[in-house]
């Protein structure tokens, strides 16, 4: 027989996604449970390029990354090929490890009061009259309401449409990254997908890339046949391969990446879908994280104000659908080869341009901190956490 424990939310994931719907909850005097999966921190494959609306975000929570380490990063290095763009960011950036973040985002959830439970795997989440519940070995956890915060991770009967893409992680020591990254974040497409790059805390190569499914009987999934393949796709990114040590036995990877997921119908009216369970944006736009932690602070906006989750869902996806249509269109532009290098010409050749493409690609509609989706919802915009 199952334990029961009763709270106001229950949160099933502890991303950035799932911490920033507890801290939010947690300062507005809710009882907050947080489960995740794992024992101990673990790497993620999710890229660690933190753009300006991320590290905004995640100040509001009350975490500076420059405190824990984070990179600088003010130019962005587009490539196929040989041929190659190098163009200054319009915002400031900064890379950290997912980590390091994660284990931060979760700490301060704890310090807030969040009941933060590790190697809680939840094998389901249902309604129970107007409540929701999501079920752990041994324990029904109820809440007035359930944050579903997974990541790429679907729970059976949630789940979303499986993708074509492959994505994979590295950390290397490489000594030629220093030189080639200082302050770069690098993109490098080729036939069928691309890889990213960028330098973490302690000048860790941070490395990411996605490739299609159907590539991996050819390629491999071993590192070593990873890497040859990387490097034959991209000078720039064989030169920094060059002689570096890989940090993890072997990389992190996930499969069936569903890009452009956005996730319309709605589950129940008190269970909120947050970060990839509610959207999946393409990760060369270096995006991701900032929706997760957006969607996470104003979903819990919306809790307060009893907006229901139908109604927070519309309102993210229509703030969402036209930057996901762009980005969905340059990435297939970028990822085809005969259409790849004139893109990364124009984009040499008019800096302007892929400045434009870098801000088309960005959250919009979010101001500071999510002001107009809050407003949206009927939510009023919220202090900063103290």
């Not at 300006?52 to 130019?75: C, F, H, M, P």
């Not at 973040?101 to 795997?121: F, K, W």
């Not at 709605?266 to 944006?281: E, F, R, S, T």
């Amino acid at each position: 027989m199952l334990r029961a424990a009763t709270w106001d939310a229950v949160v099933v994931g502890g991303g950035p996604a799932g911490s920033a719907f507890a801290l939010e909850l947690a300062r507005h005097g809710r009882r907050v449970a947080l489960l995740e999966r794992t024992h101990r921190a673990q790497h993620k494959v999710c890229g660690e390029f933190l753009s300006r609306e991320t590290v905004e975000l995640l100040s509001y929570l009350n975490i500076d990354v420059d405190k824990l380490g984070a990179s600088s990063i003010d130019q962005f290095r587009l490539t196929t090929g040989s041929r190659r763009a190098e163009v200054p960011l319009p915002f400031r950036a900064r890379a950290l490890s997912r980590l390091r973040m994660d284990e931060a985002l979760l700490a301060a959830a704890a310090q807030r009061g969040v009941h933060v439970a590790r190697g809680a795997r939840v094998s389901g989440v249902e309604s129970i009259g107007s409540d929701g519940a999501a079920t752990t070995e041994g324990i029904k956890w109820r809440g007035g309401v359930v944050g579903l915060a997974t990541g790429k991770h679907s729970l059976r009967g949630l789940t979303r449409p499986m993708g074509a893409m492959v994505g994979f992680k590295m950390h290397l020591e490489a000594v030629n990254a220093a030189r080639l990254l200082a302050n770069t974040v690098q993109l490098a497409f080729f036939d069928g997908g691309y890889a990213g790059a960028c330098l973490v805390e302690e000048g860790v190569l941070s490395m990411g890339w996605v490739m299609r499914s159907n590539m991996l009987s050819e390629v491999g999934a071993a590192w070593n046949q990873q890497a040859e393949f990387l490097a034959r796709q991209s000078p720039i990114v064989a030169e920094f391969l060059e002689g570096a040590t890989p940090l993890f036995e072997k990389p992190v990877s996930t499969a069936g990446i569903p890009y452009g997921f956005l996730r319309s119908e709605p589950i129940a009216p008190m269970i909120y879908p947050l970060g990839d369970q509610l959207a999946v944006v393409p990760s060369f736009t270096g995006d991701g994280l900032a929706i997760a932690l957006a969607s996470g602070v104003a979903a819990a906006r919306a809790v307060v104000a009893s907006v229901p989750a139908s109604r927070f869902q519309r309102t993210m996806v229509r703030k969402l659908r036209l930057q996901f249509r762009l980005a969905g269109a340059l990435g297939a532009l970028l990822e085809t080869s005969a259409l790849s290098g004139v893109t990364v010409s124009a984009a040499r050749l008019l800096p302007s341009v892929a400045r434009q493409m870098i801000r088309a690609t960005r959250l919009r509609g979010m101001g500071d901190f999510g002001r107009p989706i809050a407003s949206a919802l009927g939510v009023q915009q919220s202090e900063a956490i103290e």
